[in-house]
């Protein structure tokens, strides 16, 4: 199984690509990386150094890549973290001529845009552009509770705003970083009100970036190797669960991946779902 993964990479640190392919090559997919930024580190640091991908050249990079393979060898495509609006508008045409030529493949959007203790890490531009041009375009889509709430901002909790997003198409959502009670971090994943699960774990101290592209490359992977809702979802939080307790133990800053993925890949501990009444 191949897939194409288009989002940002660092060179010191896990995010993005960078986070995500070690992932889903572990688990025996090929992957194809196109990035959406170059960066020394994620910006949490006081400093870094960037180097500006702009549309031309994700663009020029997916036209040379659909040169070398055919449509129907790509399984699914991955996206995350997008450097701009005029990105976006690529990658939507990109993923709309691959849908329409082979109806089969699994699009999995992540609709990354901000999180709650930071709000919007992209322009206002971008995000609207990724909820009106890839979310539509989105087989499974995986937000975390303040991308949700952007998605969908009626009033309502989040197993509605869930339900909203998953819609008449009954697409899989999978809502990472989910308050719960004190202590605690849940992950909710459903297709409509009869298949709604939720998964809650200790909440672990150390403060990791790329825990969401890593949660959301072991979901993929489990669900493309024929893993059900709520097996791909203990799988994916499982795994992640094994690395951030790896970081905890060793006093680890940045996520301890390639030291822990036969750990991701069959974490010790193993979180069972909760199916959620309708």
């Not at 001529?97 to 901000?114: E, F, N, Q």
């Not at 709000?119 to 949700?148: M, Q, S, T, W």
Request: contains cysteine; hydrophobic residues 45%.
């Amino acid at each position: 199984m191949l897939v194409i993964s288009i989002q940002s990479q660092v060179v010191y640190g896990y995010a993005g690509n960078t986070a995500a392919v070690p992932v889903l090559q572990a688990a025996g997919l090929t992957v194809l990386q196109v990035p959406t930024t170059i960066l020394s580190n994620t910006p949490h640091y006081p400093q870094f150094s960037a180097m500006p991908v702009d549309a031309d050249h994700v663009r020029g990079l997916l036209e040379g890549v659909m040169r070398r393979i055919a449509p129907g060898q790509v399984t699914a495509v991955l996206t995350g973290w997008m450097g701009s609006a005029a990105i976006v508008h690529e990658v939507a045409q990109f993923i709309a001529r691959l849908k329409a030529s082979h109806p089969r493949l699994v699009y999995l959007c992540d609709p990354v845009m901000g999180d709650e203790a930071s709000g919007l890490y992209v322009d206002p531009a971008c995000a609207h552009a990724i909820a009106e041009r890839l979310v539509p375009l989105g087989d499974i889509l995986k937000p975390n509770e303040f991308e949700l709430a952007r998605l969908v901002p009626q009033a309502g909790d989040t197993r509605e705003r869930l339900l909203a997003l998953a819609g008449p198409r009954r697409r899989p959502v999978v809502v990472s970083s989910v308050a719960d009670a004190p202590g605690t971090i849940a992950t909710l994943a459903g297709t409509g009100p009869h298949d709604l699960w939720r998964i809650c774990t200790p909440r672990l101290s150390p403060v990791l970036t790329g825990t969401g592209d890593v949660l959301t490359a072991r979901f993929l992977s489990a669900w493309l190797q024929g893993e059900r809702l709520p097996e791909a979802l203990a799988a994916a939080v499982g795994g992640i669960y094994a690395v951030i307790e790896a970081a905890e133990a060793g006093g680890d800053t940045e996520m301890p991946l390639p030291q822990n993925l036969r750990k991701l890949l069959a974490p010790p501990r193993r979180f069972v779902p909760e199916k959620l009444a309708a």
